[in-house]
Protein backbone atom coordinates (compact mmCIF):
# COMPACT_ATOMS: atom_id res chain seq x y z
CA UNK A 1 0.00 0.00 0.00
CA UNK A 2 1.61 3.18 -0.87
CA UNK A 3 1.84 6.15 0.74
CA UNK A 4 -2.01 8.17 -0.41
CA UNK A 5 -3.30 4.85 0.04
CA UNK A 6 -2.13 4.46 3.82
CA UNK A 7 -2.99 8.66 4.76
CA UNK A 8 -6.70 7.94 2.73
CA UNK A 9 -7.04 4.65 4.83
CA UNK A 10 -6.01 6.64 8.17
CA UNK A 11 -8.44 9.52 7.21
CA UNK A 12 -11.56 7.64 7.23
CA UNK A 13 -10.58 5.61 10.03
CA UNK A 14 -9.99 9.11 12.06
CA UNK A 15 -13.70 9.80 10.81
CA UNK A 16 -15.02 6.24 11.93
CA UNK A 17 -13.70 6.37 15.50
CA UNK A 18 -15.17 9.61 15.66
CA UNK A 19 -18.46 8.83 15.02
CA UNK A 20 -18.27 5.57 17.22
CA UNK A 21 -17.16 8.42 19.59
CA UNK A 22 -20.46 10.15 19.16
CA UNK A 23 -22.38 7.48 18.83
CA UNK A 24 -21.37 6.11 22.19
CA UNK A 25 -21.87 9.55 23.68
CA UNK A 26 -25.19 9.85 22.63
CA UNK A 27 -26.46 6.47 23.56
CA UNK A 28 -24.97 6.74 26.80
CA UNK A 29 -26.84 10.26 27.47
CA UNK A 30 -29.87 8.81 26.27
CA UNK A 31 -29.73 6.34 28.65
CA UNK A 32 -29.32 8.50 31.52
CA UNK A 33 -32.17 10.75 30.18
CA UNK A 34 -34.50 8.23 29.71
CA UNK A 35 -34.26 7.27 33.08
CA UNK A 36 -34.69 10.27 34.62
CA UNK A 37 -38.09 10.93 32.29
CA UNK A 38 -39.17 7.33 33.17
CA UNK A 39 -38.84 8.03 37.06
CA UNK A 40 -40.20 11.25 36.66
CA UNK A 41 -43.33 10.01 35.07
CA UNK A 42 -43.78 7.06 37.04
CA UNK A 43 -43.74 8.87 40.51
CA UNK A 44 -45.53 12.19 39.39
CA UNK A 45 -48.59 10.23 38.96
CA UNK A 46 -48.60 8.07 42.14
CA UNK A 47 -48.11 11.27 44.15
CA UNK A 48 -51.19 13.06 42.47
CA UNK A 49 -53.21 10.11 43.10
CA UNK A 50 -52.26 9.60 47.16
CA UNK A 51 -52.87 13.10 47.70
CA UNK A 52 -56.13 13.31 46.03
CA UNK A 53 -58.39 12.56 48.82
CA UNK A 54 -57.06 15.12 50.80
CA UNK A 55 -59.90 16.92 51.68
CA UNK A 56 -61.34 13.42 53.40
CA UNK A 57 -57.84 12.44 54.93
CA UNK A 58 -56.51 15.61 56.73
CA UNK A 59 -53.02 14.25 57.52
CA UNK A 60 -52.12 14.02 53.64
CA UNK A 61 -51.74 17.66 53.24
CA UNK A 62 -49.81 17.69 56.88
CA UNK A 63 -47.39 14.97 55.52
CA UNK A 64 -46.95 16.43 52.32
CA UNK A 65 -45.80 19.53 53.91
CA UNK A 66 -43.12 17.92 56.39
CA UNK A 67 -41.81 16.22 52.63
CA UNK A 68 -41.39 19.31 51.29
CA UNK A 69 -39.86 20.89 53.90
CA UNK A 70 -37.13 18.23 53.83
CA UNK A 71 -37.02 18.38 49.98
CA UNK A 72 -36.64 21.72 50.32
CA UNK A 73 -33.71 22.21 53.12
CA UNK A 74 -32.04 18.35 51.06
CA UNK A 75 -31.76 20.58 47.38
CA UNK A 76 -29.85 23.14 49.85
CA UNK A 77 -27.26 21.67 50.90
CA UNK A 78 -26.78 19.95 47.88
CA UNK A 79 -26.76 23.25 46.12
CA UNK A 80 -23.86 24.14 48.72
CA UNK A 81 -22.01 21.08 48.23
CA UNK A 82 -22.04 21.31 44.55
CA UNK A 83 -22.43 24.20 43.21
CA UNK A 84 -22.20 23.66 39.87
CA UNK A 85 -26.09 22.05 39.76
CA UNK A 86 -27.24 25.34 40.56
CA UNK A 87 -29.92 26.66 37.88
CA UNK A 88 -30.44 25.24 34.53
CA UNK A 89 -26.61 24.09 34.24
CA UNK A 90 -26.58 25.44 30.78
CA UNK A 91 -24.63 28.43 31.39
CA UNK A 92 -21.98 26.32 33.25
CA UNK A 93 -22.25 24.20 30.06
CA UNK A 94 -21.40 27.13 27.96
CA UNK A 95 -18.50 28.60 30.03
CA UNK A 96 -17.39 24.96 29.71
CA UNK A 97 -17.26 24.43 26.13
CA UNK A 98 -15.63 28.53 25.65
CA UNK A 99 -12.58 27.37 27.70
CA UNK A 100 -13.47 29.58 30.66
CA UNK A 101 -14.48 27.11 33.06
CA UNK A 102 -12.52 23.78 33.95
CA UNK A 103 -14.49 21.09 35.50
CA UNK A 104 -12.10 17.52 36.20
CA UNK A 105 -13.94 14.04 35.65
CA UNK A 106 -14.97 13.46 39.50
CA UNK A 107 -16.45 16.85 39.44
CA UNK A 108 -18.38 15.80 36.09
CA UNK A 109 -19.65 13.12 37.96
CA UNK A 110 -20.44 14.78 41.10
CA UNK A 111 -22.81 16.78 38.59
CA UNK A 112 -24.16 13.88 37.30
CA UNK A 113 -25.39 12.47 40.08
CA UNK A 114 -26.53 15.30 41.89
CA UNK A 115 -27.87 16.98 39.04
CA UNK A 116 -30.21 14.55 38.76
CA UNK A 117 -31.22 13.70 41.98
CA UNK A 118 -31.78 17.22 42.98
CA UNK A 119 -33.84 17.88 39.80
CA UNK A 120 -36.16 15.09 40.24
CA UNK A 121 -36.94 15.93 43.88
CA UNK A 122 -37.71 19.70 42.74
CA UNK A 123 -39.84 18.50 39.99
CA UNK A 124 -41.44 15.92 42.33
CA UNK A 125 -41.98 18.36 44.86
CA UNK A 126 -44.63 20.71 41.91
CA UNK A 127 -41.66 23.64 41.53
CA UNK A 128 -42.48 24.93 38.19
CA UNK A 129 -39.34 23.65 36.41
CA UNK A 130 -38.27 22.01 33.28
CA UNK A 131 -36.18 18.74 32.18
CA UNK A 132 -34.74 20.35 29.22
CA UNK A 133 -32.07 22.51 30.51
CA UNK A 134 -31.02 19.98 33.26
CA UNK A 135 -30.62 17.29 30.58
CA UNK A 136 -28.03 19.17 28.87
CA UNK A 137 -26.14 19.70 31.35
CA UNK A 138 -26.61 15.98 32.51
CA UNK A 139 -25.60 14.83 28.58
CA UNK A 140 -22.55 16.83 28.66
CA UNK A 141 -21.39 15.62 32.19
CA UNK A 142 -22.29 12.00 30.65
CA UNK A 143 -19.73 12.71 27.19
CA UNK A 144 -17.04 13.84 29.83
CA UNK A 145 -16.61 10.87 31.43
CA UNK A 146 -17.81 9.25 28.15
CA UNK A 147 -14.85 11.06 26.74
CA UNK A 148 -12.20 9.38 29.21
CA UNK A 149 -12.69 6.50 27.35
CA UNK A 150 -11.76 8.22 24.32
CA UNK A 151 -8.81 10.27 25.28
CA UNK A 152 -6.25 8.33 23.20
CA UNK A 153 -8.46 8.89 19.69
CA UNK A 154 -10.26 12.05 20.41
CA UNK A 155 -9.14 15.51 19.28
CA UNK A 156 -11.32 17.58 21.35
CA UNK A 157 -13.25 17.21 24.73
CA UNK A 158 -15.05 19.97 24.45
CA UNK A 159 -16.76 18.69 21.24
CA UNK A 160 -17.50 15.68 23.15
CA UNK A 161 -19.53 18.35 26.05
CA UNK A 162 -21.37 19.84 22.83
CA UNK A 163 -22.36 16.72 21.43
CA UNK A 164 -23.41 15.32 25.25
CA UNK A 165 -25.69 18.20 25.52
CA UNK A 166 -27.14 18.01 22.08
CA UNK A 167 -28.23 14.39 22.89
CA UNK A 168 -29.40 15.28 25.77
CA UNK A 169 -31.20 18.12 24.70
CA UNK A 170 -32.55 15.59 22.34
CA UNK A 171 -33.29 12.93 24.45
CA UNK A 172 -35.27 15.31 26.81
CA UNK A 173 -37.54 16.69 24.13
CA UNK A 174 -37.31 13.37 21.15
CA UNK A 175 -36.00 16.67 19.01
CA UNK A 176 -32.84 15.47 17.45
CA UNK A 177 -33.47 18.53 15.05
CA UNK A 178 -33.35 21.19 18.44
CA UNK A 179 -30.40 19.16 19.75
CA UNK A 180 -28.36 19.72 16.93
CA UNK A 181 -28.91 23.17 16.32
CA UNK A 182 -29.12 24.64 19.75
CA UNK A 183 -25.58 24.01 20.19
CA UNK A 184 -24.44 25.77 17.57
CA UNK A 185 -27.07 28.06 18.26
CA UNK A 186 -26.93 29.02 21.81
CA UNK A 187 -23.45 27.09 22.72
CA UNK A 188 -21.64 28.68 19.94
CA UNK A 189 -19.85 26.01 18.58
CA UNK A 190 -17.15 25.86 16.53
CA UNK A 191 -18.87 24.45 12.95
CA UNK A 192 -16.01 22.36 11.80
CA UNK A 193 -16.47 18.57 10.02
CA UNK A 194 -15.18 16.93 13.25
CA UNK A 195 -17.67 18.73 15.43
CA UNK A 196 -20.73 18.18 13.10
CA UNK A 197 -19.67 14.78 12.01
CA UNK A 198 -19.80 13.35 16.45
CA UNK A 199 -22.74 16.18 16.93
CA UNK A 200 -24.87 14.59 14.43
CA UNK A 201 -24.04 10.43 15.41
CA UNK A 202 -24.33 11.64 18.67
CA UNK A 203 -28.04 12.99 18.48
CA UNK A 204 -29.00 10.70 16.06
CA UNK A 205 -27.91 7.27 18.30
CA UNK A 206 -30.09 9.34 21.38
CA UNK A 207 -33.00 9.66 19.31
CA UNK A 208 -32.85 5.99 18.35
CA UNK A 209 -32.14 4.73 21.62
CA UNK A 210 -34.89 7.35 22.93
CA UNK A 211 -37.68 6.24 20.31
CA UNK A 212 -37.10 2.47 21.27
CA UNK A 213 -37.93 3.76 25.01
CA UNK A 214 -40.59 6.03 24.94
CA UNK A 215 -42.00 5.11 20.73
CA UNK A 216 -42.00 8.30 18.01
CA UNK A 217 -45.26 9.66 19.47
CA UNK A 218 -44.39 13.58 19.70
CA UNK A 219 -44.91 15.43 23.51
CA UNK A 220 -48.09 17.16 22.23
CA UNK A 221 -51.24 15.73 19.78
CA UNK A 222 -50.75 18.86 17.86
CA UNK A 223 -50.32 17.31 13.92
CA UNK A 224 -53.65 18.04 13.43
CA UNK A 225 -54.05 21.51 14.07
CA UNK A 226 -55.19 23.40 10.97
CA UNK A 227 -52.84 26.43 9.67
CA UNK A 228 -54.96 29.64 8.56
CA UNK A 229 -54.84 30.49 5.31
CA UNK A 230 -51.36 31.81 4.10
CA UNK A 231 -52.51 35.55 2.50
CA UNK A 232 -55.96 35.64 4.05
CA UNK A 233 -54.08 36.04 7.60
CA UNK A 234 -50.77 37.07 6.65
CA UNK A 235 -51.22 39.80 8.97
CA UNK A 236 -51.26 37.34 12.23
CA UNK A 237 -47.05 36.70 11.74
CA UNK A 238 -46.30 39.95 12.93
CA UNK A 239 -48.86 40.31 15.16
CA UNK A 240 -47.91 36.83 16.75
CA UNK A 241 -44.07 38.00 16.68
CA UNK A 242 -44.26 41.03 18.34
CA UNK A 243 -46.45 40.09 20.88
CA UNK A 244 -44.10 37.07 21.79
CA UNK A 245 -41.12 39.19 21.44
CA UNK A 246 -42.68 41.40 23.59
CA UNK A 247 -44.31 39.41 26.46
CA UNK A 248 -40.82 37.38 25.95
CA UNK A 249 -38.60 40.62 27.17
CA UNK A 250 -40.81 40.89 30.16
CA UNK A 251 -40.40 37.43 31.36
CA UNK A 252 -36.68 37.46 31.18
CA UNK A 253 -36.22 40.87 32.71
CA UNK A 254 -38.62 39.65 35.50
CA UNK A 255 -36.72 36.67 36.31
CA UNK A 256 -33.14 37.74 36.22
CA UNK A 257 -34.68 40.87 38.46
CA UNK A 258 -36.38 38.39 41.02
CA UNK A 259 -33.78 36.32 41.02
CA UNK A 260 -30.96 38.97 41.43
CA UNK A 261 -33.22 40.39 44.41
CA UNK A 262 -33.77 36.89 46.13
CA UNK A 263 -29.78 36.55 46.25
CA UNK A 264 -29.41 40.38 47.35
CA UNK A 265 -31.99 40.35 50.48
CA UNK A 266 -32.72 36.78 51.39
CA UNK A 267 -32.19 36.40 55.05
CA UNK A 268 -32.40 32.31 54.64
CA UNK A 269 -28.89 30.48 53.96
CA UNK A 270 -28.13 28.51 51.11
CA UNK A 271 -29.66 25.52 53.36
CA UNK A 272 -33.23 27.08 53.46
CA UNK A 273 -33.10 29.42 50.07
CA UNK A 274 -35.73 26.54 48.24
CA UNK A 275 -38.12 26.74 50.96
CA UNK A 276 -40.19 29.46 49.80
CA UNK A 277 -40.66 28.15 46.69
CA UNK A 278 -41.36 24.78 47.69
CA UNK A 279 -44.11 26.33 50.40
CA UNK A 280 -45.74 27.76 47.40
CA UNK A 281 -45.80 24.78 45.49
CA UNK A 282 -47.40 23.41 48.69
CA UNK A 283 -50.53 25.79 48.43
CA UNK A 284 -50.62 25.66 44.58
CA UNK A 285 -51.08 21.51 45.38
CA UNK A 286 -54.27 22.12 47.07
CA UNK A 287 -56.29 25.19 45.17
CA UNK A 288 -54.21 25.54 41.60
CA UNK A 289 -52.55 22.34 40.87
CA UNK A 290 -52.30 22.85 36.82
CA UNK A 291 -49.62 25.55 37.15
CA UNK A 292 -47.15 22.73 39.17
CA UNK A 293 -44.20 20.92 37.01
CA UNK A 294 -42.77 22.00 33.44
CA UNK A 295 -46.00 22.35 32.33
CA UNK A 296 -46.25 19.24 30.50
CA UNK A 297 -49.39 17.92 30.94
CA UNK A 298 -50.50 21.90 30.92
CA UNK A 299 -49.51 22.38 27.29
CA UNK A 300 -51.70 18.88 25.86
CA UNK A 301 -54.72 19.76 27.92
CA UNK A 302 -55.18 22.82 25.41
CA UNK A 303 -55.60 20.95 22.34
CA UNK A 304 -58.95 20.19 23.98
CA UNK A 305 -59.68 23.55 24.73
CA UNK A 306 -63.50 24.38 23.34
CA UNK A 307 -63.65 27.72 21.17
CA UNK A 308 -65.51 29.28 24.09
CA UNK A 309 -63.82 32.62 24.60
CA UNK A 310 -66.81 33.84 26.99
CA UNK A 311 -66.13 30.81 29.35
CA UNK A 312 -62.39 30.74 28.44
CA UNK A 313 -60.89 33.55 28.16
CA UNK A 314 -60.49 34.10 32.16
CA UNK A 315 -59.41 31.06 32.74
CA UNK A 316 -56.62 31.72 30.54
CA UNK A 317 -55.71 34.77 32.09
CA UNK A 318 -55.72 33.74 35.20
CA UNK A 319 -53.37 30.41 33.73
CA UNK A 320 -50.78 32.57 32.63
CA UNK A 321 -50.60 35.19 35.64
CA UNK A 322 -50.29 32.08 37.92
CA UNK A 323 -47.77 30.12 35.72
CA UNK A 324 -45.52 32.97 34.36
CA UNK A 325 -45.29 34.34 38.36
CA UNK A 326 -44.55 30.68 39.79
CA UNK A 327 -42.22 29.83 37.36
CA UNK A 328 -40.13 32.78 37.93
CA UNK A 329 -40.10 32.14 41.81
CA UNK A 330 -39.22 28.62 41.65
CA UNK A 331 -36.14 29.54 39.63
CA UNK A 332 -35.36 31.72 42.86
CA UNK A 333 -32.66 30.15 45.88
CA UNK A 334 -30.62 28.66 43.19
CA UNK A 335 -32.54 25.69 43.09
CA UNK A 336 -31.21 22.87 40.54
CA UNK A 337 -33.62 22.84 37.44
CA UNK A 338 -34.48 23.63 33.66
CA UNK A 339 -36.61 27.10 32.35
CA UNK A 340 -37.21 25.51 28.53
CA UNK A 341 -40.52 23.30 29.17
CA UNK A 342 -41.59 26.77 31.50
CA UNK A 343 -41.39 28.73 28.48
CA UNK A 344 -42.35 26.59 26.05
CA UNK A 345 -45.67 26.22 28.62
CA UNK A 346 -45.91 30.03 28.52
CA UNK A 347 -45.87 30.77 25.18
CA UNK A 348 -48.34 27.88 24.23
CA UNK A 349 -50.61 29.51 26.91
CA UNK A 350 -49.88 32.92 25.38
CA UNK A 351 -50.62 31.58 21.90
CA UNK A 352 -54.08 29.95 22.79
CA UNK A 353 -54.85 33.50 25.00
CA UNK A 354 -54.15 35.14 21.38
CA UNK A 355 -55.97 32.70 19.46
CA UNK A 356 -58.73 33.00 21.82
CA UNK A 357 -58.82 36.53 21.67
CA UNK A 358 -58.57 36.41 18.07
CA UNK A 359 -61.69 33.82 17.69
CA UNK A 360 -63.71 36.21 19.69
CA UNK A 361 -62.84 39.32 17.31
CA UNK A 362 -64.05 37.00 14.43
CA UNK A 363 -60.54 37.36 13.14
CA UNK A 364 -59.51 33.65 13.20
CA UNK A 365 -61.80 30.39 12.66
CA UNK A 366 -62.93 28.01 15.66
CA UNK A 367 -60.28 25.51 14.06
CA UNK A 368 -57.52 27.73 13.09
CA UNK A 369 -56.92 29.52 16.46
CA UNK A 370 -55.49 26.31 18.01
CA UNK A 371 -52.50 27.13 15.37
CA UNK A 372 -51.43 30.13 17.83
CA UNK A 373 -50.40 27.25 20.31
CA UNK A 374 -47.43 26.28 18.34
CA UNK A 375 -46.89 30.01 17.33
CA UNK A 376 -46.63 30.73 20.93
CA UNK A 377 -44.74 27.99 21.96
CA UNK A 378 -42.21 29.33 18.94
CA UNK A 379 -41.89 32.76 19.30
CA UNK A 380 -41.76 33.16 23.32
CA UNK A 381 -39.28 30.35 23.35
CA UNK A 382 -36.91 32.61 21.00
CA UNK A 383 -37.64 35.75 22.20
CA UNK A 384 -36.21 34.37 25.65
CA UNK A 385 -33.51 32.01 24.32
CA UNK A 386 -32.91 34.00 21.36
CA UNK A 387 -32.15 30.84 19.08
CA UNK A 388 -35.18 30.89 16.22
CA UNK A 389 -34.14 28.75 14.32
CA UNK A 390 -33.65 26.07 17.89
CA UNK A 391 -37.52 27.35 18.71
CA UNK A 392 -38.48 26.84 15.33
CA UNK A 393 -37.49 23.54 15.28
CA UNK A 394 -38.57 22.16 18.49
CA UNK A 395 -41.82 23.70 18.36
CA UNK A 396 -42.43 21.70 15.05
CA UNK A 397 -40.83 18.42 16.40
CA UNK A 398 -42.21 18.25 19.76
CA UNK A 399 -45.87 19.40 18.51
CA UNK A 400 -45.20 17.14 14.94
CA UNK A 401 -46.89 19.66 12.86
CA UNK A 402 -44.52 20.20 10.16
CA UNK A 403 -46.72 22.41 8.21
CA UNK A 404 -46.61 24.77 11.08
CA UNK A 405 -42.59 25.64 10.20
CA UNK A 406 -43.01 28.17 7.83
CA UNK A 407 -45.11 30.57 10.24
CA UNK A 408 -43.20 29.51 13.38
CA UNK A 409 -39.87 30.33 11.78
CA UNK A 410 -41.43 33.46 11.07
CA UNK A 411 -42.47 34.45 14.24
CA UNK A 412 -39.77 33.23 15.64
CA UNK A 413 -37.14 35.58 14.03
CA UNK A 414 -39.66 38.30 14.23
CA UNK A 415 -39.65 37.55 17.99
CA UNK A 416 -36.05 37.51 18.33
CA UNK A 417 -35.71 40.73 16.07
CA UNK A 418 -37.97 42.41 18.59
CA UNK A 419 -36.16 41.70 21.87
CA UNK A 420 -33.54 42.58 20.32
CA UNK A 421 -35.01 45.72 19.75
CA UNK A 422 -36.21 45.91 22.99
CA UNK A 423 -32.39 45.94 24.43
CA UNK A 424 -32.82 42.99 26.29
CA UNK A 425 -29.73 40.18 25.74
CA UNK A 426 -30.74 36.56 25.78
CA UNK A 427 -31.10 35.37 29.28
CA UNK A 428 -28.67 32.47 29.42
CA UNK A 429 -26.08 35.66 28.78
CA UNK A 430 -26.63 37.23 31.69
CA UNK A 431 -26.50 34.23 33.68
CA UNK A 432 -23.82 33.82 32.34
CA UNK A 433 -22.07 36.79 33.00
CA UNK A 434 -23.58 36.66 36.63
CA UNK A 435 -21.34 33.01 37.11
CA UNK A 436 -17.86 35.12 35.42
CA UNK A 437 -18.79 37.57 37.83
CA UNK A 438 -19.29 35.33 41.04
CA UNK A 439 -15.86 33.42 39.75
CA UNK A 440 -14.06 36.64 40.03
Known amino acids: MDKHSRKHWAHWANRMLMALEGASI ?30 ELW ?17 GWLVRKIPLISGSGIPQTELVIMGKLHISRMDWLKVLIAKFVACLVGMLGGLSLGRAAPCIQMGAATAALVNALWEH ?7 AISAGAAAGLTAAFGAPIAGFLFVFEEMHTKITRMGVLIILTSVLTAQIVTSQVFGLDTLFPFDLFLIPEVIQHLWLIPVMGVTMGAAGVFYSRSLIAVKNAEALHTPLS ?3 RILPPMLTAFILMFTFPAVLGGGDELIASLALLAPAPDTVLKLLFLTVVLKTSFAIFSYTGNVPGGILM ?44 RTPL ?10 GSLTCLPGSAAIAFLASWTADQLNTPPIYDSMRAAIVIRRR
Do not use: H, N
Open 26 to 55: GAAAAFVICSFRILRDKAAPYIMLWLSDWR
Open 59 to 75: WKPIIWLIVLIVAARFL
Open 153 to 159: FSVSGRI
Open 270 to 272: QDW
Open 342 to 385: PILCIGALLGALCGQILLALGLLGSQEWQMCIIYGMAGFFTAVI
Open 390 to 399: TGAAVAMEIS
